[in-house]
């Protein structure tokens, strides 16, 4: 027992104190394990102004600390669990994630809990602090009026039943896996939180989603559940994915349908990225006559040789909604353009964006932002 100890003071002496950009890690042998770090968000914002009475303002905020854990308890039967503490949780922290894994083959897993729905790639599946760009489609702007950064943001988790204050986790079972080699990937989902007859009488929920990776000509698909934006050129990646989700809530019935296509390939100097994304909402989250549809185009150039800093990259996005409600709706559109520098992976590294929001609704303004971002991930 006091060498199991002095083994893990060894390993989280060492993970600490040399800075590590990774979890710490503790094997305990016999297939046990335990990793977990934190990560967190730096943002630097200045507001364009909408109009009387928020003006132009520069606001400096940390939207995001969590910290997260993961670990084996055999080679079959794993486990995740995250939690919030600065954004959404006030004045105690918050589960983000909490889920058990039967990792029983590539084929087959079968994993249970409050996690990311396996929707459309870019509508709440993605790795929060891997996005392209620093400032998400479904956020809200730090002014007075917490301005959507897309109104009617159609690219979200479309279940009624989410986790508090989320976009993308809800409480399921989901069955997924690779075949053929990962030519093909699948994700079939059951959501369902609270008894048919209470708030909403949201009946059970139905997900699908069906992958295609032509590995045949060197290309790989998503290696994980989480689906990412970028591998920073560690992976020839083609991917095309399809979604369905449909939940029934008191006479309304959604139906939401989601396509996906990304290509990123590394080219030795330059790693290219493109991203297609379509999204059409029936009855949305069982709100009648609430029809939503979402296009994007995003994607970025990272250059492989390493800065002082890290790997430089250009990103792009632009993303449109098109909502259809009793009242009409009105067409939304977001562009963006951010400098990067990628640290250490994905979710260590800075960017400096402007993003320009325009809403076609009366008394609306076009406005711009500058949001410079700082990413740990320990």
Do not use: C
């Not at 897993?109 to 396996?118: C, D, T």
């Not at 909403?200 to 032509?214: H, I, M, S």
């Not at 991917?239 to 996906?260: C, E, M, P, R």
């Amino acid at each position: 027992m006091k060498k199991s100890y002095l083994a893990v003071a060894a390993i989280l002496g060492a993970g600490i104190f040399a800075g590590q950009a990774q979890a710490a890690k503790i094997d305990l042998g016999e297939g046990k394990s335990l990793n977990f770090g934190f990560r967190g968000k730096i943002h630097a914002t200045y507001l364009g102004s909408i109009g009387d009475p928020d003006k132009a303002d520069l606001i400096l905020g940390v939207p995001d600390t969590r910290l997260y854990a993961k670990g084996n308890i055999s080679k079959v039967f794993k486990w995740g669990w995250q939690a919030e503490f600065t954004n959404n949780a006030g004045d105690n922290f918050e589960i983000i994630d909490a889920y058990v894994l039967l990792d029983f083959a590539k084929e087959f897993k079968l994993m249970a809990g409050l996690y990311k729905l396996p929707f459309q790639l870019n509508s709440g599946i993605y790795m929060g602090w891997s996005l392209l760009m620093p400032v998400g489609l479904g956020k809200s702007r730090p002014d007075a009026a917490g301005t959507p950064v897309l109104a009617a943001n159609p690219f979200t988790n479309p279940a009624v039943e989410r986790a508090p204050r989320s976009g993308s986790r809800s409480p399921q079972v989901t069955a997924w896996g690779k075949v053929a080699d990962g030519l093909f990937k699948y994700y079939l989902t059951v959501v369902d939180m609270r008894d048919e007859t209470s708030v909403n009488n949201a009946k059970t929920g139905y997900g699908l989603r069906v992958e295609f990776a032509p590995v045949m000509a060197g290309y790989k698909g998503h290696p994980g559940y989480v689906l990412r934006e970028t591998y920073l050129g560690k992976q020839n990646t083609l991917a095309l994915g399809i979604a369905y989700f449909t939940q029934k809530t008191g006479t309304a019935n959604n139906k939401s349908l989601g396509v996906d296509l990304m290509w990123e390939q590394n080219l030795g100097t330059v790693t290219p990225n493109l991203q297609i994304g379509y999204v059409d909402h029936k009855d949305f989250r069982g709100n009648p006559d609430d029809d939503r549809k979402g296009l994007l185009v995003q994607g970025q150039v990272l250059f492989n040789q390493k800065t002082m800093l890290g790997k430089p990259a250009i990103t792009f996005r632009w993303a449109q909604s098109d909502p259809k409600t009793a009242n009409g709706g009105y067409k939304a559109t977001t562009m963006g353009l951010a400098g990067q520098l990628y640290v250490k992976g994905v979710g260590n590294r800075i960017s400096l964006s402007i993003d320009q929001i325009k809403n076609e609704a009366p008394n609306t303004k076009d406005v711009t932002d500058v949001t410079l971002a700082f990413w740990y991930f320990f």
